[in-house]
């Protein structure tokens, strides 16, 4: 990456580790399985208060949102869009490249019980998930512990053929399980260790967010600041970071956050407003920022489309879920056919507008036909209902 020119050595082994590990049909009404899958999850679900999204701030501190049985660990995002658009049929397989607390998987069984699902998550916690749900449904779901840039090999070895899978759901960004847990350190609002690390202990030599925080400079801070979190008042965060590790290095969450709120006057520390229009903490873009440096998620994500282009039969579908602009802008730009093979090109450089028909027409890929032209967004009462999918953005396209 090219932002690792600034950094020193921990930015090195960061580089080092990343890539050692590395005529359109129309669509018809939502069937009413699909309907009737989506009505029937609604009714267990439970509504819960932001603790912090991706690119998008939590609302007023909430500490009662911890994982209990009573309340399931997620809460799937545009359930009833994802079960239209990837209109699944008896008898066919599906990746799931992000299982997380498997609330799609579990309502894509309920709707179609003779599937196969294969559950990709990076996070060992996930696919613990994923194996006891592969015990409730013998022989149809099979968990692969692994990143986006590990799938080939995984599904080598199951001997998944490339051209082969029939639809493939990619839910991009932090799972609302690994939000709740203090201990993983993505949190707010939540103290707990300066982790971030989605893979957890997989990886023990794997950089995390304190290593981050404490060991960069300031330039290389305020670059990783402005390029992942898009935060204007990075340079004025970079230096409080620098300021306060002088005292005592940074190691929780809340020590960070009480850090970045201290560059700024009391009077602004919840001015920033999301999507709902709440009071969102100043340093929300920060904690985005070093989430997406620390689990390389820009590139993990590419890898993962290229995966999904690769997986898929012709006819196959593909839906992809975003939760803030730099994964969203990626999607889009990669399912209309654009060169992303230099990322650091593509996000650091101005974007390109085509102002005529025939350019427009030309940027148009080979090997991707939208389902829906315009992105898909959350409806108000699934908004209401499931906060954390807020900022959540929706694009499906049928593998040419």
């Not at 609302?59 to 911890?66: A, I, N």
């Not at 409080?240 to 009077?267: D, K, Y």
């Not at 908004?383 to 040419?400: C, I």
Request: net charge positive.
């Amino acid at each position: 990456m090219s932002l690792l020119l600034f950094l020193p050595e921990i930015g090195i082994s960061i580089m080092i580790f990343h890539m050692s590990v590395r005529s359109n049909p129309i669509l018809r009404k939502t069937n009413l399985a699909v309907w009737r899958a989506w009505k029937s999850w609604r009714l267990n679900l439970h509504s819960s208060t932001v603790c912090a999204s991706s690119g998008a701030g939590p609302g007023p501190l909430d500490r009662s949102e911890e994982l209990s049985p009573e309340k399931p660990p997620h809460t799937p995002v545009m359930l009833k869009e994802v079960l239209q658009y990837l209109d699944i049929q008896q008898g066919q397989v599906v990746l799931d490249m992000t299982f997380g607390g498997g609330g799609h998987t579990k309502a894509i069984l309920s709707m179609v019980p003779e599937v196969t699902v294969l559950a990709v998550d990076r996070d060992p916690t996930a696919i613990s998930l994923a194996e006891q749900l592969a015990k409730e449904h013998s022989g149809h779901v099979k968990p692969l512990l692994g990143r986006f840039s590990e799938l080939e090999v995984l599904l080598s070895n199951m001997n998944i053929k490339p051209g082969s899978i029939d639809a493939v759901l990619l839910d991009a960004g932090c799972s609302s399980m690994q939000m709740d847990m203090a201990e993983r350190g993505f949190c707010i609002s939540k103290d707990g260790p300066l982790d971030m690390r989605m893979d957890g202990e997989r990886y023990p030599d794997m950089p995390c967010a304190a290593d981050v925080v404490n060991t960069l400079d300031q330039q290389a801070l305020a670059s990783i600041l402005t390029a992942y979190g898009e935060e204007r008042h990075a340079w004025k965060i970079a230096s409080a970071i620098v300021e306060a590790r002088r005292v005592n290095p940074i190691t929780r969450t809340q020590q960070l956050a009480s850090v970045v709120a201290g560059s700024f006057p009391p009077s602004v520390i919840y001015a920033r407003k999301d999507r709902l229009h709440r009071p969102a903490h100043v340093a929300t873009k920060t904690f985005q920022a070093l989430r997406i440096f620390v689990n390389d998620e820009l590139n993990e994500l590419h890898a993962g489309l290229r995966a999904a282009r690769a997986t898929l039969r012709p006819g196959g579908r593909l839906c992809i879920i975003t939760f803030h602009s730099l994964e969203d802008r990626l999607v889009k730009r990669f399912l209309r056919g654009d060169d992303l093979s230099n990322l650091d090109q593509y996000h650091f450089s101005p974007r390109k507008q085509g102002n005529s028909r025939k350019e427009k027409k030309d940027s148009e890929s080979v090997y991707w036909l939208p389902l829906r032209r315009k992105v898909i967004i959350p409806e108000k009462d699934d908004v209401s209902e499931n906060p954390r999918g807020r900022s959540a953005k929706l694009r499906a396209a049928l593998r040419r």
